[in-house]
């Protein structure tokens, strides 16, 4: 049988959620694929026992992989990614169950477009708790800042250019933030299926891993050494002309595309009328430009106020409106935040005088990551 792609299952211990996992694959899958199976050396003896006695069925063979070592995710991944030949290859958590027609539909969203590289399914993840939700959303998707590997299908086109997970991420976290930023650097992008659905328990496959903390700092510490941390950005829109909201919204999902969440405020629009806008333009949603409709009513104070006590303050603010310029100029800096003004819809006015084109923003980027 010719496999239109490649399962890469790892496996370690949890042999209850290991047999859900595997069966919900058997059951809800109508692809042609090959299930690779690694274990990561797990000491249970019924995780042992089923994965002896388990084999494939309708259009999903079985292949197992034993490992000798603990290999950590990026490693377990990698020995099956070495081991497959198909265009799409899936990676999958064994603490996840899958839906009906959750691949088919993952394969026919990453073939929409040839810049998607890597695709995830909707999720408890992101925030669906209801698999009934995902009902007559095939096709379509929404832009992710990065996809992540609980289960993520991937062209076989971002294996050759980048190659496989970096093992330098020791046990698991941040590999697949890393390896979705690799893609991205490359031009491929993530995106989130919204007509497929997989239930992922969340933390149930690391919960046990030893020294779970120290291996998270670490990782981070390395990923942002490469990668830079994750900035805030605060767009003021006060602005009602469709054109000129769907035209920043084009310019911030570029943005976003530098690690940047950004806050989009949209005076008196609905946000609604504006994801339908959006649609019927044919702008693809991205999930890290998060839209709010604020009231005309609103004071100025009320968004400086929101910009001086953000928990997680925002790292760069921007706006039309002269007079909230200048005020948010003077008081943002108590926490470093940098301020523009947006001039002929695309050029950002600092108050140093430096003119910067929104859509290469690389030295609002490299000023703020500086920063500790």
């Known amino acids: 049988m010719k496999h239109e792609c490649d399962i890469v299952l790892l496996s370690y211990e949890s042999p209850d959620l290991l ?6 694959v058997l059951e809800n899958t109508l692809v042609p694929s090959r299930l690779i199976i690694v274990d990561n050396n797990s000491t249970s003896p ?6 002896d006695n388990v084999s494939g069925k309708w259009d999903v063979e079985i292949e197992k992989v034993f490992s000798p070592e603990n290999a950590g995710f990026a490693g377990g991944i990698n020995k099956g990614l070495r081991l497959s030949t198909a265009p799409y290859v899936c990676i999958l958590n064994n603490d996840c169950e899958v839906y009906s027609g959750w691949l088919r539909e993952m394969i026919n969203v990453a073939s929409i477009d040839s810049s998607i590289g890597l695709v995830n399914p909707q999720s408890n993840t992101f925030g669906c708790n209801d698999p009934l939700l995902v009902k007559d959303k095939s096709g379509k998707f929404v832009e992710l800042g990065h996809a992540i590997g609980f289960a993520c299908l991937i062209k076989r086109e971002v294996l050759e250019t980048i190659g496989l997970f970096d093992e330098a991420y020791e046990g698991v976290c941040y590999e697949d933030t890393d390896f979705a930023c690799r893609a991205m650097k490359k031009g491929f992008i993530s995106v989130m299926a919204c007509g497929a659905y997989v239930y992922h328990r969340e933390q149930a496959s690391r919960s046990r ?3 779970k903390k120290e291996i998270y700092k670490k990782n981070k510490y390395l990923f942002e050494s490469r990668w830079g941390r994750l900035l805030r950005m605060l767009f003021v829109e006060q602005d009602s002309e469709d054109e000129r909201i769907l035209k920043d919204y084009k310019n911030l999902k570029n943005v976003a595309r530098k690690r940047i969440i950004v806050d989009m405020w949209v ?9 339908k806008s959006l649609e019927k333009k044919g702008i693809t949603e991205h999930a890290d430009v998060g839209i709010k409709s604020f009231p005309k009513s609103i004071r100025k104070r009320e968004i400086i106020t929101k910009v001086l006590t953000k928990k997680k303050k925002y790292d760069a603010v921007i706006t039309r409106d002269p007079l909230l310029y200048g005020i948010l100029r003077v008081v943002s800096a108590l926490r470093g935040t940098q301020t523009f003004f947006l001039k ?3 050029y950002l006015v600092s108050g140093r005088g430096e003119v910067i084109d929104i859509r290469d923003i690389s030295v609002i980027t490299e000023r703020s990551r500086k920063k500790k």
């Not at 047999?19 to 919900?24: A, I, N, R």
């Not at 019924?46 to 994965?51: C, H, M, S």
């Not at 005076?267 to 994801?275: A, L, S, V, Y």
């Open 19 to 24: 047999k859900k996992c595997v069966e919900s």
């Open 46 to 51: 019924e995780v042992r026992e089923y994965l």
């Open 209 to 211: 891993l030893p020294g």
């Open 267 to 275: 005076e008196k629009k609905d946000r609604g009328q504006i994801i």
């Open 344 to 346: 002929e819809d695309k």
